[in-house]
């Protein structure tokens, strides 16, 4: 076994995936899938760096793509060549034009590079030359140097259906629905290389049904497993099934600034995270259009700017407060760097202020050039502090706490209704009152705080008033936004039905069902509600909290709720004769390296919660958090009611 060493730093080894593609971009025509596209512009900074290399053009993976438009093409696919990825990387080659071509994708099952390498010269015709790039780590996100995300698998999210002991708890990868299984499979193909670029030897740790699922295939994956024998760096993988604890999805406990931008802020066409900056501010344009598409936008990925890099970290890492004055230092910096005549004020920072210190970029190009990345992130910081949904935050904030200490005192029954008379159609809402969508934010809050609910008739009656409730301020609207579009299946408030809104309804509410009891199985972790005392405000107990003060404590306990996955002889041999005899159980807190995988998506503040935790109670241990989305309150309600959940197959 090879000496243990540094493990690389995330953000360099999500660079090294590019590597064989930029060595191969040099007069040829890139195309890249929407997730490739969104790895690459948190990694090197997009397209760009594509050109610089000598491409001719980059262009997105179409079905109806057309034909490239020269001799060379490179195609980045996030997953492997079949389905729809396969028939646009077809019709390109087979418009025949492109005479060489180089892949770089996904591994699929039976996929040999020589087999691959064969269909894709098969599908260029006689002459046609193709390579099958070698498979280095995954597309990696890396929105910070702790957090790396997979957009490839944004979908891959646990069942919100209850796991039961001896049933889909305890079930492996067969109980899954296809596209659930191929999913896992990917994941454990890419986190296979992923540990492998970082030398890691790791044991797998799961909390949750799905997790359970993730951390076997992993811990006996034959590739992984013949890793392991050669890598030096030990590390503890801990898979933690999102749905145990949607409140933290949900909620808005975090003062953080970037949670702030990435909520109210529109997105990024084509991108799941980053957002849109309108940039006008820095153009002579004179427009009443906010939305302004005549000018680029800016966006919050700036892996080449060091100065943007470290406020998108203190953005990340800060509490708002901070957030903001680390901004005008480096705004202030810039300007002194350039001998802009800017005068420093002290005291509290004002969006105001950081505006009018851009300002004194504007009409000085070299000083644009030169701080582009920094001035795009603090006019994201400005346009969010001024964005009205703003005052909005803190009122979910002090709802939220209300409804903990409500949920304390009271049956829930009870806090349903004291939610019904807030639930108002359009024409009767006021700017702060809540709407549909913010409602569902607040639902899934209640029934994941509250955990599982004794059933009766009382709960029956309060749940359909909320429920008719929430139909008729459905009905009412007079355009419906996109995530009611989703939910209700009508893409106009024309088509919708009184009857369409009401199933729609129905099915949020035993999905609610479900969420209440996700927990049930869980001996140690079961409660994520502190009900608080005479002294004491209830709160909220985050369940990874719990799950990582569990990790980094003293004693080393052996928790219940946190199963080890053994990954050969050795480990079964050492579960085996502790039963009889004293040995030292695999502990998730024993290696130099923590590595947090949230099945289904995490938060900013809970990347942030996991950093501090772990500095304080273990600071020698190094920690990095994985996970396949970055989660808003908006973007979890999403995920939770407008996207199809594939049910575990409870007969296997």
């Known amino acids: 076994m090879a000496a243990a060493g540094a493990v690389p730093a995330l953000p360099r080894v999500c660079r090294q995936a590019w590597e064989p593609v930029l060595a191969r971009a040099r007069r040829a025509v890139v195309f890249l899938d929407a997730a490739a596209a969104e790895a690459l512009h948190w990694a090197a900074g997009g397209a760009g760096e ?84 070698p498979r280095g780590p995954p597309l990696l996100a890396p929105l910070s140097a702790e957090l790396g995300l997979l957009p490839a698998l944004a979908g891959l999210v646990p069942p919100p259906s209850c796991p039961r002991p001896g049933g889909p708890a305890e079930a492996g990868l067969g109980a899954l629905p296809v596209a659930l299984r191929d999913a896992v499979r990917g994941l454990v193909a890419d986190l296979d290389s992923l540990f492998g670029a970082m030398g890691l030897r790791e044991e797998c740790f799961a909390v949750g049904a799905l997790s359970r699922v993730l951390a076997a295939e992993l811990a006996g994956f034959a590739p992984a497993r013949n890793r392991r024998r050669a890598a030096a760096n030990r590390a503890s993988v801990v898979f933690v099934d999102r749905t145990l604890d949607l409140a933290g999805a949900v909620g808005h406990h975090g003062d953080s600034l970037a949670e702030k931008i990435l909520s109210v802020l529109p997105k990024l066409p084509g991108h799941k995270t980053d957002v849109m900056v309108n940039m006008v501010e820095l153009t002579a344009l004179q427009t009443p259009d906010e939305a302004c598409s005549i000018i680029a936008p800016g966006c919050l990925a700036q ?6 890099k470290a406020l998108w970290e203190s953005f990340m890492n800060l509490k708002q407060k901070e957030a903001v004055m680390e901004a005008r230092r480096h705004l202030v910096e810039a300007a002194s760097r350039e001998n802009l005549p800017i005068k420093m004020s002290m005291g509290r920072v004002t969006p105001e202020q950081l505006s ?42 002090a709802f939220e706490r209300l409804l903990l200490q409500t949920i304390g005192e009271s049956e829930m029954p009870s806090v349903l209704n004291q939610l019904l008379p807030m639930i108002k159609s359009y ?55 996109p995530l009611l579009q989703k939910i209700t299946g009508c893409n106009s408030a024309l088509n919708l039905t009184s009857q369409k809104a009401t199933d729609a309804v129905d099915n949020i509410f035993k999905l609610l069902r479900d969420i209440a009891r996700a927990r049930t199985h869980m001996k140690q972790f079961n409660s994520i509600h502190n009900p608080g005392s005479n002294t004491n405000q209830a709160s909220y107990k985050p369940l990874l909290k719990q799950v990582v003060e569990e990790i980094c404590s003293a004693d080393r306990p052996d928790s219940v709720d946190i199963e080890h996955m053994s990954s050969g002889l050795t480990d079964l041999l050492k579960t085996g004769f502790s039963m009889f005899m004293k040995v030292n159980r695999s502990h998730p807190g024993d290696h130099p390296l923590l590595i947090i995988f ?55």
């Open 427 to 481: 024409s009767e809402r006021m700017q702060d009152d809540y709407t549909c969508e913010d409602f569902f934010i607040l639902l899934v809050y209640m029934y994941s705080v509250v955990g599982e609910i004794r059933n009766g008739e009382e709960l029956n009656k309060a749940e359909e008033e909320v429920k008719k409730a929430l139909v008729k301020a459905i009905c009412d609207e007079p355009e419906l936004s």
């Open 50 to 133: 594509l050109l610089a290399a000598g491409a001719l053009a980059v262009r997105p993976l179409q079905a109806d793509g057309g034909p490239a438009g020269a001799e060379r093409a490179v195609f980045v696919l996030s997953g492997p060549l079949r389905g729809g990825a396969a028939a646009a990387v077809r019709a390109v080659l087979g418009a025949g034009e492109v005479r060489r071509c180089a892949l770089l994708c996904g591994e699929a099952e039976g996929g040999a590079p020589g087999e691959l390498e064969e269909t894709l010269r098969r599908w260029m015709g006689e002459d046609g030359r193709a390579e099958v790039l």
């Open 303 to 308: 892996p080449n700017s060091p100065a943007a």
């Open 598 to 652: 949230m099945v289904g998506g995490v938060t900013v503040s809970e990347v942030k919660m996991v950093k501090d935790l772990v500095a304080t109670r273990k600071p020698s241990t190094q920690v990095i958090v994985l996970s396949s989305t970055l989660l808003t309150p908006q973007g979890a309600i999403e995920q939770l009611f407008a996207a199809d959940h594939p049910q575990l197959d409870r007969d296997i």
């Open 356 to 397: 009018s210190y851009v300002q004194l970029f504007k009409n000085n190009f070299k000083a644009l050039e030169n701080h582009c990345g920094l001035l795009q992130l603090v006019l994201a910081a400005v346009q969010t502090l001024k964005h009205p949904q703003i005052s909005k935050w803190d009122n979910f904030l």
